[in-house]
């Protein structure tokens, strides 16, 4: 017998057919996948880097924005003129006088009293200066619209109130976008605690929105001396008395011509004021050089389209002027 020889599973591997060559490719391919998986972790770790060291560079470069709190009683008071505004409209189509002029009466006090809290107890805020003047003109418009619609308001001057209004509404749609900060996304453009521009109204433009309240409220006073309801009141009396005291029908009729002239006057002295005046509108921000190319452009937004609106109710003018002009050769005849 002979002894029996022990061998190790290294030196059997050597003798199977391609025992070497499978070792060895077993071998290659754990290397491999080791080496994968070091390349995983490295590029892992560069990326973990860069993003890190991208985001500390984005932080320094943006500014910290500060939210305002615009829930006090002065914006409160504009959103409810806000809300009232359609119902408004509603009552003025559907030959409602006397509650549309007293809806109307509220929209205007309230008007009053939100900016003298504001200023009294210090609660003036981006969004206040934003949206005032939009409550403003949702109610003039919707004011102007219905008005016109049931022919108490002439439609050249509807034409010029509206266009004016649609011109500065453009731009400011303009001023947003163009002054609001990175990253510009939809949520960001109407968030208006995120303050991006001011807007300050000019002088005429104050007045001319007086005036246009002015002529809205008379025109729906006119409509009481029309609604059995507003005469037989207790303020019946008090309507019919001034109206006598103008010289009747003929004297009020007199009356709202002439404010409506000047109201014409005014909103083309207005419009034009904010497409000459650069203080009208101030971007906020630290490069001035594009703040002066943003505020360039947004003039010329507004100069632009209620030019256009100008000459489209001078047109307007002329027609009707004709059209008289053809009645009154007709009756002579």
């Avoid at 246009?212 to 029309?226: R, S, Y």
């Avoid at 109201?263 to 207005?270: D, G, P, Q």
């Avoid at 490069?287 to 100069?303: A, D, S, Y």
Wanted: net charge neutral; hydrophobic share 40%.
């Amino acid at each position: 017998m002979y002894p029996r020889t022990q061998y190790t599973d290294e030196q059997l591997s050597l003798h199977r057919p391609g025992g070497s060559q499978s070792m060895g490719s077993h071998q290659n391919s754990s290397l491999r996948a080791q080496d994968r998986k070091m390349n995983q972790r490295l590029v892992n770790t560069i990326h973990s880097h860069t993003n890190s060291a991208l985001r500390e560079t984005l932080k320094s470069k943006l500014a910290p924005l500060h939210h305002e709190n615009i829930y006090n009683i002065p914006n409160i008071l504009t959103f409810s003129r806000l809300i009232a505004t359609p119902v408004i409209g509603y009552l003025i189509i559907n030959d409602h006088p006397l509650y549309a002029f007293s809806l109307f009466a509220y929209a205007g006090f309230s008007d009053l009293l939100d900016g003298w809290i504001a200023r009294k107890w210090n609660l003036q805020t981006v969004v206040g200066s934003v949206v005032d003047p939009m409550a403003d003109k949702a109610l003039m418009t919707t004011a102007v619209v219905c008005l016109a619609i049931n022919g108490s308001l002439s439609l050249p001057l509807a034409t010029l109130i509206l266009g004016r209004d649609a011109s500065l509404a453009i731009a400011a749609l303009y001023y947003r976008y163009a002054s609001l900060p990175a990253p510009k996304t939809f949520p960001r453009y109407w968030d208006f605690s995120l303050p991006s521009a001011e807007v300050h109204p000019t002088t005429v433009s104050k007045f001319n929105t007086f005036l246009q309240l002015g002529l809205i409220g008379t025109t729906m006073c006119v409509g009481l001396l029309h609604d059995p309801s507003a005469t037989s009141s207790a303020a019946g009396g008090y309507l019919l008395a001034i109206q006598d005291s103008l010289g009747g029908p003929d004297g009020v009729q007199t009356l709202v011509c002439s404010i409506s002239g000047v109201v014409a006057a005014t909103t083309i002295w207005s419009g034009l004021s904010y497409a000459f005046l650069k203080d009208a509108v101030t971007i906020l921000g630290d490069n001035e050089k594009l703040k002066k190319r943003q505020g360039f452009r947004g003039r010329m937004i507004i100069g632009v389209g209620f030019g256009s609106v100008v000459l489209v109710s001078g047109w307007l003018v002329l027609q009707e002027w004709m059209r008289y002009e053809e009645e009154e050769a007709g009756h002579h005849d």
